[in-house]
């Protein structure tokens, strides 16, 4: 699958035949270069995007939005709240339209629960103006995990949050995944994140951004925190951090790596 975007400034070549399978309920993270192309990646799998060649298979048919609409959780790379909506009804609002058979105390609870465990119990009736970039993002995470989607789409989710925070919801996150069936497809810049939550990994190499390698990741499950200090973990994250670092172009050119 490929993605090409048409500017008046010329073409961008986003994504050049990128080619992998998510099996359902697993949990899969992409690392690569500012600009290689995993939002594009995430706004394909979401359905607002269509590529430009080749196809996406989503229970074996074409992807299409109408079919995934729902289905879907997306935690965007920036909050992107209602303003005029406060922290409770911002997380109601998915509620509203994807669990219709809930009822309005019902969704309320939901939401509450959310936003306690994402640490903003008390903030429930604040704006989104109200609130640090930090917590509006946190409140955006509960809006995609509310209504437990059968897939959740986060784009960089933590990178804004502060260390302990993102610890917190990083646990929770692998909470709620082992206890739902829901596939996770997680976008970040930390390779420790990375390799501590996934299942799989897609090394994507710079622009135009292909699949350079995709990696298992072995250690049992649940994981804790604990397993940054094995030394197994560390040489995962060295070999990850190799395969992104820029070659000299003199003796590796990418595009050649890339095709290995
Ligand atoms: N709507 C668009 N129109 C034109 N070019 C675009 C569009 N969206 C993305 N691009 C280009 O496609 C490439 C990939 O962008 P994308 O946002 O997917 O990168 P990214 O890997 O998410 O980067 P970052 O890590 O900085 O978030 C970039 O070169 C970007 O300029
Ligand atoms: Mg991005």
Redesign the pocket.
């Known amino acids: 699958m490929s993605v090409v975007f048409k500017t008046k400034t010329g073409v961008t070549t986003a994504l050049d035949k990128v080619s992998f399978d998510i099996a359902p309920g697993s949990f899969l993270s992409v690392v690569g270069p500012?600009?290689c192309?995993?939002?594009?990646l995430?706004k394909i799998l979401s359905g607002v995007l269509q590529p430009s060649g080749g196809r996406v298979l989503f229970d074996g048919e074409p992807l299409a939005r109408t079919k995934v609409q729902g289905q879907v959780g997306y935690v965007f790379?920036r909050a992107l709240l209602l303003p005029w909506r406060s922290a409770l009804d911002n997380v109601m609002l998915t509620l509203e339209v994807a669990r219709r058979g809930m009822s309005r105390s019902e969704r309320e609870a939901e939401a509450r629960h959310w936003l306690k465990v994402a640490g903003l119990a008390g903030f429930e009736h604040r704006f989104p103006h109200e609130l640090s970039g930090g917590m509006q993002q946190r409140v955006s995470i509960c809006r995609a995990l509310a209504f437990r989607p059968r897939i959740l789409l986060m784009?960089?989710p933590f990178a804004a949050l502060d260390e302990i925070t993102r610890e917190t919801l990083q646990e929770e996150l692998l909470r709620i995944w082992a206890q739902t069936e829901t596939t996770v497809v997680f976008?970040t810049h930390s390779i420790p994140e990375a390799v501590l939550l996934s299942e799989q990994i897609v090394v994507m190499s710079a622009r135009p951004g292909r699949v350079l390698e995709r990696i298992n990741v072995p250690f049992a499950r649940p994981r804790t925190e604990k397993i940054r200090e094995m030394p197994d973990f560390a040489a995962l994250a060295s070999r990850i951090r190799g395969l992104l670092r820029p070659r000299d172009p003199a003796s590796a050119p990418v595009p050649a790596m890339a095709e290995v």
Request: net charge negative; charged share 25%.
């Open positions: 500012s600009g192309g995993k939002t594009t995430l790379q784009d960089e976008i």
